[in-house]
């Protein structure tokens, strides 16, 4: 499996932006997609998930009502629009796949089997 994350840029405060995550393989319409985040000497913390139907979706509770995650299996694409925009947002933005999620342990970057290469999001002030 393989994931190519895109959409990041640098936008000003209040801005929008739509991350994608492009997956190969067969895998992908059975996972959960994550989304996380690691700003420049923090750590990689998670933002949000989605189950593989959609039908379930997590956010961490700095980006709710913010942020929106979303997939098209028919794609092979998850997403994370990214509305009102914060510069403490500014972070390179990953997306991970898991084919064995448990709710519980959406925060941990082991609960994730494979993962994107990241894509930088600058937030201006």
């Known amino acids: 499996v393989q994931l190519q994350a895109s959409g990041g840029g640098l936008v000003q405060a209040g801005g929008s932006l739509r991350l994608s995550c492009a997956a190969s393989?067969?895998?992908?319409?059975?996972?959960?997609v994550g989304w996380f985040r690691q700003a420049p000497g923090k750590e990689r913390d998670f933002v949000a998930a989605?189950?593989?139907?959609?039908?379930?979706?997590y956010y961490v509770d700095s980006v709710k009502g913010r942020f929106t995650i979303s997939r098209d299996n028919a794609r092979n694409t998850g997403y994370l629009q990214m509305n009102n925009l914060k510069p403490e947002d500014t972070a390179v933005y990953y997306c991970?796949?898991?084919?064995?999620?448990?709710?519980?342990?959406?925060?941990?970057?082991?609960?994730?089997?494979?993962w994107g290469q990241g894509t930088q999001v600058t937030v201006s002030s």
């Open positions: 991970a796949l898991d084919g064995n999620f448990n709710p519980r342990n959406r925060y941990s970057t082991s609960e994730y089997e494979y």
């Open positions: 393989g067969r895998t992908f319409g059975t996972s959960t």
């Open positions: 989605i189950s593989w139907s959609g039908g379930n979706t």
